[in-house]
Structure formats: structure tokens, C-alpha cells
């Protein structure tokens, strides 16, 4: 969904990891989660049409809402190259991201835009972070799904108007957005904590170089400087 360019340092050559039991988990882990992340943003765009106020808003989210869908069908046949199920895959992420949506579910269209956009693009970022560990095959398929300008630019539009219109939209949207990323935050520790194949790839615990603390804080500092520049792209104070 968003803009922002993939970490530097990236790892071109996992070599031996590739056929590392632990390195198998982490690359299913990932494609899991990000299966499930695209499934569950089809699910919800899909919904948010029938509240979109005009008719060509109604067409594009749910434009949005089918793309989503493809990106979810791309990950799931990359997938069985590694003998896996997509639903296998999916379901160890089922519980965090129903929670993550039941905490923070958009009570407008426009909060609902936010949502894809700066909720979305969080998690996106800290996906593309995982992806500069993996192979290159994997690495092109995450990046290309987490990625659509044309929906960027419409979000960016729709919510500038609709702050130019009624500037106290502009407040309660950027509320929302702060809360937004909090969710997500606690989300993620969760995942961490109970998924440790995948933070292994960060971390490098899998015979190849990884983020130390002085790398992590970095990348941590990114996806908050991320953030912030989504939240300015709106019009919106972080």
C-alpha cells in the first residue's frame, strides 16, 4: 500500500539458509501472515463499499477490495512451491489479526480509509523489513503484493478532500490513525513472541547474517519515520 522503499542491506544470497528447517518455518511465516493480512483486507474493503458515499467511491474500494484478493491468490500459489497449504499457513495468524480488527474497526468509510492506509502500511512496512532476509523469489512476491500507488494516491485524495470540506475531520482522523498504530504495535509484539521463526529472519538466527540491537533500533526508528510521513501525506498530524 505504500510508497516507502525497501530497507537497505538487504540479504541478495541466503546460501545454505535456504534449506534450513528453521529458515523453511520463517519464509511459511511470513507468506502466512501475509496472506492472511491481504485475505482479511479484501474481507473488510469488500464491506466498506456499501458505505462509500458516492458511487465511484463505492467502485474503487471495492476495486480495491478485488486486488487484494489476486495479491492473496499470488501468495497462496507461491506457497505451495514449498509443499504448503495456504490455510495452514494463515491460521497460526488468525487470532492476532481478528483482535487487531475487533480493537480498531472503523466506525466511517473514511476512518476505513485510514485504516488501509496507515494501519495497512505498518504492518507492510514491517513485512518488507522481514523480506530483505529471505530469497530473492519470495522477496519480489512480498514486495510487489504490499505495493498498489494507485490505491496510495486515491486514499491520499479522498481523505485531503474530505479534510478540505470539513476541516474537523482532519483531528478526529488523526486520532484515529495514532490509535491505529498502537494496535498494531501490540499486534505485532504478540506475533513476535509467538512466532519465533519469524523474527529468526531479522535476527539472522539462521546460519546468516541477521539485525543487531543497533539495527533493530534503526529499523524501529524507520517504520515510525514511515508512519509519520503517511500521516503528513493525508494532511494529518501524527
Sequence with gaps: MSEIP????????????TGHPDYRDGVVDLLGVVAYGELAAF????????????????VMTAAMATRQFQHFERVRDHLWTFDVDVM?????????FDTYHAQAKAKSWL?????????DGFAADFYREIAAYVDPATRELVLSVLTDERETDYIVGRVRQAIADEPAVGGRLALWGRRLVG???T????VAADRPALTGLLSGSVDRPGLDLAAIGRMLTRLVEN????????????
Design 6 to 17: 525497501m530497507p537497505t542491506g538487504a540479504n541478495d544470497d541466503p546460501g545454505s539458509a
Design 43 to 58: 474481507g473488510r474493503l469488500a464491506e466498506d463499499a456499501a458505505s462509500a458515499p458516492t458511487l465511484p467511491d463505492q
Design 88 to 96: 495452514d499457513a494463515m491460521e497460526p495468524f488468525h487470532r492476532a
Design 111 to 119: 476512518e476505513a480509509l485510514v485504516s488501509t492506509f496507515v494501519g
Design 183 to 185: 494496535e498494531a504495535l
Design 187 to 190: 499486534q505485532a509484539q504478540r
Design 227 to 238: 508512519h509519520t510521513l503517511r500521516m503528513e501525506r493525508l494532511g494529518l498530524n501524527s
